[in-house]
Every structure is written in C-alpha cells, then in structure tokens.
C-alpha cells in the first residue's frame, strides 16, 4: 500500500518536473531532443484504448505494442526498426504496433498502469535516461531483465550505466547526446583566432577567447536560457564524472567540485559580458541565427536550430566542449540527455518483444545508419561508428565531419548515477543561479541552499 501511494505521488513529480520541458513552458530547458516537440493530442486519445497485448492463441498474429513520443524522432526510428524486422523475419507472425502519444502522456500512463497493477501497459516503453533510477526503483520488478539477452558491452558504457541496477541492466541504450561547442568560425577568425585555436580548450581560455571576440565583433560569445541554465551545468559536471547525485544515490550537491566551479565559470562569463541570457528556447536558438551570439554548447538534435539560418551555411563549426582546468577529471567530452527502450516484465509477448530488440538494436549497422542520416539518432551502439555515415563532410560546417566528431566524443563520456530526479534537481539548480546571480548568496551558500530544496523535495 504504501509503494503505491508512493507511486501515486511520483505522478504529480512527473508531470510537474521532468514533463515541464515539453514544449509547453516558455522558459523550460529540453532535457532531450524530444522535448522539444510537442505531440499531437489525436494520438494521447489512442493510446486510452490501448491495453497489453493478449495472449494469441497458435498460429495468430501476435503484436508488440510500443509506447514513445516525438513522430519525427523517436517514432520515425522505432517504425523503421519494425519495417527492418519484418524484412529480415518475414515468418515471426508479429506485428509492431508504434503508439505515438506526447512524453507527458507516456510517463502519466505508464505511471498510472504501474500503480494500478499493471492494467493497459505497453510491451515496450521509451523512458529518459534521466528517470530510469526513478521507475525503477519505484516500481521494481515492473521491467525485464535483460542483462543476458544483449551484449552490452557493444554499447556506450555511460549510457548502460544509466539502465543498469544492481547489476541487472533494463533497457536497450537508443540516443546519445553527445556535448559539442558550435561555434561561427568566421566571427572567431574576425577578432584574431583559427579553427585549431577552439580545439580542446579549458573553460578559462574560452572565456579569454570570449572577452577578445566579443569587444572586437560587438557579438556575445556564448547563449543559454536566462531562466535555466543547466544544459551549461550538467555538460560541465558530466565532463567530470560528477552529477547530482553520488554512485550511491544519495545527493551530491554542495560539495560537489564540479558544480562549484560550474557556477564560478557561469558567473564570469556574465560578468565579463560574453553571456546572451535568451528568454525561452526559441530565445536561444532565434539569437544564434540572426547573429547575435557566437556559440551555444548542445547536443546533435541542436543542429536542427542552428540549420535555420540557410545564409550562415559554411561559416560554423564544432568542436569538443572546453573542460574544467582546475579539476584534474574534467575532459573534452559530455553529454546531456539521452533515452532508451524498456520492455515490460508482464507482457504477454515479452520473448517476442526482446527478439525484436535483439534483431534490430544489436549487430544492424544498416539500421543505425539509416536513423542516423534520415532522424539524425546518434545511437549507443559502438560498431556503428565504424561506416561511412560517420565520414561524410557536412558542408553546413564548412565540410567538417560532424557525425565522425560525435562518434569520437561519445566513448570518452564518463558514467555518472543520474539517480533518477533530474529535474527535481534541475529546479534546484535553477533557484540557486538565479539567486547567485542577484548577489543574494555566494556560490557556497547556493549551493547549500540547492542541496535543502532538492532533500525537502524528496523527503531525504
């Protein structure tokens, strides 16, 4: 009774935290690429009359019912890994049904079925990276195990890391984010500097960078929301191995090395004048395309953004993030956001379901680059770095090989316990900037004060 009024209070966190950046709150910073699409409400009325799968009986067609979000992301690849399944096993007799629904819809149904027991769920269900610690510590035993049924090691270790508990892994790693500093080249060349000067920086010499480019262009240096900043932070912090959280779950705020200096870096880039504050999303990405800002720090789905602007096509560049120089475990590589695909303990079609997984997502180089070039998906999967997708120029960025940069990032990504509460986390953060930056505390003090509001929040 108590897990599952528990359950039944995480619903309202759900929709009130990690759903706030659905595309719905002006000022919400996208965890994901697919926060940033807003789905179409004729397909939250499907999935109402979706139930589980029944039990068919021999011989009948059987149907792996999947719930996901985003119709020109996370859709369009998981329709096409049904397309390529059925070409490959055209006597399976199973039939994979894609239910499109917005991410809110997806997390208050699959919170409510799990509450209730178990009634209406899918067969496979897309979750955040970011709140799989949530689901799975809330509903244990809601989700298969499928440590032996994949070889995990052929995937991204931070993003297994992320489905693992326990030692038993959930989920199938899908997306990546794979952190880059995209920046206009020929506004950096106009105050003095090259392309090999932004390679591997620290974030004091970009700063320094900044404050040359800025005075001798009269263009801010770099942009994030004015009202959450934690894209920023959480690229940072991962580019350390730190998160919000230690490896043990518990919350790793106020003295955490890598926030601390997050937020001093934060700081003096606003007060040497380099950060555009942008009022909303598209905020951001409107100041890169009419030039009012040099750089953005974002994962690949970002690109789409910064492609709006047709005139500035060969003027940008990509290069790895700047890391922390003080702090000996920062590197050149982070990621944010990220999401992977669960299959339910209770479907009646659970081996169908893991055969289908197993079919597509594991050994089918083909199908990664599919979804690469038509949904620009940057997989977790390592040997799907190894074929041509990953070596073609990209004359938007001056011929640069943008998708073989993403391919060379992601392995060196540290794994961190994103311990489930994200955005719980994120709101902290967020309060504690925007007091810091009113000069109402020092960065200890915010820190301090993230740290109670995010305990209070959950009841630690």
Same mark, same amino acid.
């Given at each position: 009774?108590?897990?599952?009024?528990?359950a039944?209070?995480?619903?309202?966190a759900?929709?009130?935290?990690t759903?706030?950046?659905?595309?719905?709150t002006?000022n919400?910073q996208?965890e994901?690429?697919e926060?940033?699409t807003v789905?179409d409400d004729?397909?939250?009325?499907a999935a109402e009359?979706?139930?589980?799968a029944?039990?068919?009986?021999s011989?009948?067609e059987?149907t792996i019912t999947?719930?996901?979000w985003?119709?020109?992301?996370n859709?369009a690849?998981?329709?096409?890994a049904?397309?390529?399944?059925?070409?490959s096993?055209?006597d399976?007799?199973?039939n994979?049904?894609v239910?499109?629904?917005?991410k809110?819809d997806?997390y208050v149904?699959?919170?409510?079925?799990?509450?209730?027991?178990?009634?209406?769920?899918?067969?496979?269900v897309?979750?955040?990276d970011?709140v799989s610690?949530?689901?799975l510590n809330t509903?244990p035993?809601?989700f298969a195990?499928?440590t032996?049924?994949f070889?995990f090691?052929q995937f991204?270790?931070?993003?297994?890391?992320a489905?693992?508990?326990?030692g038993?892994?959930?989920?199938?790693?899908?997306d990546t984010?794979?952190?880059a500093l995209?920046?206009r080249l020929?506004?950096v060349?106009?105050?003095?500097?090259?392309e090999?000067d932004?390679?591997d920086?620290t974030?004091d010499?970009f700063?320094?960078?900044?404050k040359?480019?800025?005075?001798k262009?009269?263009?801010q240096?770099i942009v994030?929301?004015?009202?959450?900043k934690?894209t920023?932070?959480r690229?940072?912090m991962q580019?350390?191995?730190?998160?919000?959280?230690?490896k043990d779950g518990?919350?790793?705020?106020?003295d955490?090395e890598a926030l601390?200096?997050?937020?001093d870096?934060i700081?003096r880039m606003?007060?040497?004048?380099i950060? &555009?504050? %942008? +009022?909303?999303?598209?905020?951001?990405?409107g100041a !890169?395309? @009419?030039?009012?800002?040099v750089?953005?720090v974002?994962?690949?789905?970002f690109?789409?953004?910064?492609?709006q602007a047709?005139?500035?096509?060969?003027?940008w560049?990509?290069?790895?993030i700047?890391?922390?120089a003080?702090?000996?475990s920062?590197?050149?590589?982070?990621?944010?956001g990220?999401?992977s695909?669960y299959?339910?303990e209770?479907s009646e079609?659970?081996?169908?379901?893991?055969?289908?997984?197993?079919g597509?997502?594991?050994?089918?180089t083909?199908?990664?680059?599919t979804?690469?070039l038509n949904q620009?998906?940057?997989?977790?999967?390592?040997?799907?770095?190894?074929?041509g997708?990953y070596d073609e120029?990209?004359?938007?960025f001056?011929?640069q090989?943008l998708n073989?940069l993403?391919a060379e990032?992601?392995p060196?990504?540290i794994?961190?316990?994103f311990?489930? &509460?994200? %955005? +719980?986390?994120n709101d902290a953060?967020?309060t504690a !900037?925007? @007091?810091?930056?009113e000069g109402k505390v020092t960065?200890?003090?915010?820190?301090?004060q993230?740290?109670?509001?995010?305990?209070n929040q959950l009841g630690?």
């Amino acid at each position: 009774m108590k897990r599952k009024m528990a359950a039944m209070a995480m619903t309202a966190a759900l929709v009130l935290g990690t759903l706030a950046g659905c595309g719905k709150t002006e000022n919400a910073q996208p965890e994901t690429k697919e926060e940033e699409t807003v789905a179409d409400d004729a397909s939250g009325e499907a999935a109402e009359e979706t139930e589980t799968a029944k039990e068919p009986q021999s011989g009948e067609e059987k149907t792996i019912t999947i719930w996901a979000w985003d119709d020109n992301f996370n859709v369009a690849v998981m329709k096409e890994a049904a397309n390529v399944y059925a070409q490959s096993n055209p006597d399976a007799n199973v039939n994979v049904d894609v239910v499109s629904l917005s991410k809110e819809d997806v997390y208050v149904k699959l919170q409510t079925a799990l509450a209730g027991g178990g009634s209406g769920l899918p067969d496979i269900v897309l979750l955040e990276d970011y709140v799989s610690g949530k689901y799975l510590n809330t509903f244990p035993g809601s989700f298969a195990d499928l440590t032996e049924k994949f070889d995990f090691s052929q995937f991204l270790s931070f993003k297994v890391d992320a489905v693992t508990q326990d030692g038993k892994t959930y989920a199938v790693p899908f997306d990546t984010g794979a952190t880059a500093l995209y920046y206009r080249l020929d506004l950096v060349e106009q105050a003095g500097y090259t392309e090999e000067d932004m390679q591997d920086l620290t974030w004091d010499e970009f700063i320094e960078i900044g404050k040359t480019v800025t005075e001798k262009t009269g263009v801010q240096m770099i942009v994030e929301i004015a009202n959450n900043k934690t894209t920023l932070v959480r690229a940072m912090m991962q580019s350390c191995g730190l998160w919000y959280f230690d490896k043990d779950g518990n919350i790793n705020i106020k003295d955490n090395e890598a926030l601390k200096s997050a937020f001093d870096i934060i700081v003096r880039m606003k007060e040497a004048g380099i950060l &555009y504050e %942008a +009022e909303s999303t598209e905020g951001r990405a409107g100041a !890169l395309n @009419n030039g009012t800002v040099v750089s953005v720090v974002n994962a690949p789905w970002f690109i789409s953004s910064i492609r709006q602007a047709e005139d500035q096509s060969g003027l940008w560049r990509a290069a790895r993030i700047p890391r922390i120089a003080e702090l000996d475990s920062s590197i050149n590589a982070s990621n944010v956001g990220g999401s992977s695909w669960y299959v339910l303990e209770k479907s009646e079609v659970k081996d169908e379901a893991i055969a289908f997984l197993q079919g597509v997502w594991e050994g089918n180089t083909d199908f990664y680059d599919t979804i690469m070039l038509n949904q620009g998906a940057m997989g977790s999967y390592i040997p799907g770095y190894d074929t041509g997708v990953y070596d073609e120029e990209d004359e938007f960025f001056g011929g640069q090989k943008l998708n073989g940069l993403f391919a060379e990032i992601l392995p060196d990504v540290i794994p961190v316990n994103f311990g489930g &509460y994200v %955005a +719980e986390a994120n709101d902290a953060i967020t309060t504690a !900037l925007a @007091n810091l930056f009113e000069g109402k505390v020092t960065i200890d003090e915010a820190l301090e004060q993230a740290e109670a509001q995010l305990a209070n929040q959950l009841g630690r």
